[in-house]
């Protein structure tokens, strides 16, 4: 009983390590495309002082 539970344990402590590494690439990766969609709608007002 006592190995199946840790096998249990396990899996789910991996399937939540897993969830949070891709969340966090997800997340890294809209912030970068957010700020280049940003950057490129502003960029021709950099150059007039506004």
């Not at 991996?14 to 590494?21: A, T």
């Amino acid at each position: 009983m006592s190995k199946k539970y840790s096998e249990k344990k396990s899996f789910w402590a991996l399937m939540g390590s897993l969830l949070l590494v891709v969340a966090s690439t997800a997340f890294l990766v809209y912030k970068y495309f957010e700020e280049k969609e940003h950057y490129e709608k502003w960029k021709d007002y950099d150059e007039c002082g506004i």
